[in-house]
């Protein structure tokens, strides 16, 4: 094995990376692994939120730590490894985040004293590192994007990217806020947007190949960050205010590409839809996005179970990905829909390990005929994390049988 690791880390033991032959340029040769690549990152584990928080370290932990997940038989020879400790290019994540949002979020963690942690907002906690750790998760869904386009057409072409802080509730400028004033009440611990980036990234980078984009979003949460991102692809406007109820609004409009990305880009939504239930609001939902032609809208209602919830996707989501024929699918893949998961869903949804296990083999199925099974999961979501027996016994396969403690998504 070959890998181009900072000195102060180990490569992993070739038993478990097998043949792969990693290099840190982006147009490597074919890559030929026969099974699913985990790109991880220990930078995100700098991302520091102080106790008492949902989404923690412990997530990943969960994964990579002693007892974690991928480091019990027969899963950690079952995947193939790569870790990432890049950031994603400026330019890169300036193609869905504006330069102020950007630029105010990195300054405000770099005036965060060493070992302290601040508010971003009354969810959303920071540390000094933590625009470095999701800078990092995103540069690495973009890598998983170069991975999976440049793999050989024997190869397994599915990825998953173990990393945090989750993503999809970031918009262009953080906190979603619609037209009308109306919004989240935070940026539910996201920061920059780890699957819209590599959207976009994919996009702009292999036009020609990469022309029809997907995203699907099975987190419990509404993926208003990724749905304002995309509405962002469309000129429009957004409204800003300077306080003492003086607000301006400006245009706004960020395309991927160019004119054609309504065309090309699909975005699904799989979601509690329920009074109060975060982000409680209807931006960007199918029916509400003008201009939008691949917008699709899965509400699940307060306490759905497996029989719903399969009948569902297989009725409104399905069919409609099947049609856009997409070149690469990405998945904002969050388990804090699982009955176990009461933080993540107080309850409102009753998914078990089997569903996910179901709905990841329908979006491979999909892959498989129309993305030369180009199939990217990227974790978002997911805060029931067992005790390390309960972990073992519920471990499954990452090959296609996802753990309900929402530390793992399918890939």
């Known amino acids: ?33 026969c099974a699913p690549l985990v790109i991880h990152s220990r930078q995100c584990l700098k991302h520091l939120v102080g106790k008492g928080m949902q989404e ?8 990579f730590g002693a007892n974690g997940v991928l480091m ?16 994603a290019s400026l330019a890169d994540i300036l193609r869905v985040h504006e330069w102020d949002y950007v630029s105010s979020l990195k300054k405000h963690c770099q005036e965060v004293a060493d070992g302290m942690v601040d508010s971003l907002d009354i969810d959303t906690n920071i540390c000094g590192d933590s625009y470095h750790a999701a800078a990092v998760a995103a540069g690495a869904a973009c890598r998983a994007v170069d991975r ?4 050989a057409p024997s190869a397994q072409r599915r990825a998953f990217v173990a990393v945090r802080p989750p993503g999809h509730h970031a918009g262009p400028r953080g906190r979603v806020i619609g037209p009308d004033g109306d919004g989240a009440s935070s940026q539910g611990f996201c920061l920059l947007n780890s699957v819209a980036i590599a959207a976009a990234y994919a996009r702009y980078n292999y036009r020609g190949l990469i022309e029809r984009v997907a995203i699907v979003d099975f987190d419990a949460h509404y993926g208003d960050g990724t749905a304002a991102i995309i509405l962002n692809l469309v000129p429009g406007t957004h409204r800003t205010s300077f306080g003492h109820g003086l607000q301006i609004s400006m245009p706004t409009y960020k395309p991927w590409l160019d004119e ?32 939008m032609k691949h917008i699709v809208s899965v509400p699940l209602s307060h306490g759905t179970k497996s029989v719903e919830f399969r009948r569902l996707v297989a009725k409104l989501l399905l069919p409609r990905l099947a049609l856009f024929k997409p070149d690469l699918i990405l998945v904002s893949a969050g388990f804090d829909g699982h009955k176990d998961d009461v933080q993540g ?4 949804l009753q998914l078990l390990d089997e569903d996910y296990t179901w709905i990841t083999k329908e979006l491979v199925n999909i892959a498989d005929k129309y993305s030369q099974g180009r199939l990217i999961s990227v974790l978002e979501g997911g805060y029931d994390v067992p005790p390390d027996a309960a972990r073992k016994s519920r471990s499954g396969s990452v090959n296609m049988h996802p753990p309900p403690n929402g530390a793992l998504a399918s890939s």
Do not use: C
Request: net charge negative; charged share 20%.
């Open 72 to 87: 019990q038989e027969p899963l950690r020879s079952e995947v193939l490894w790569e870790e990432w400790d890049q950031e």
């Open 345 to 348: 869903n107080g309850g409102g």
């Open 1 to 33: 094995l070959s890998m181009n690791l900072p000195e102060n880390l180990e490569p992993y033991p070739s038993e478990i990376a097998g043949s792969f032959v990693l290099d840190n340029s982006r147009q490597t040769q074919a890559n030929t692994w």
């Open 56 to 63: 923690h370290p412990g997530r990943l932990e969960a994964l």
């Open 260 to 291: 054609t990305d309504p065309d090309k880009v699909f975005f699904g939504s799989v979601h509690l839809q329920h009074e109060g239930f975060y982000p409680d609001h209807s931006l960007g939902i199918e029916g509400s996005a003008p201009g």
């Open 148 to 151: 999976v386009v440049y793999a």
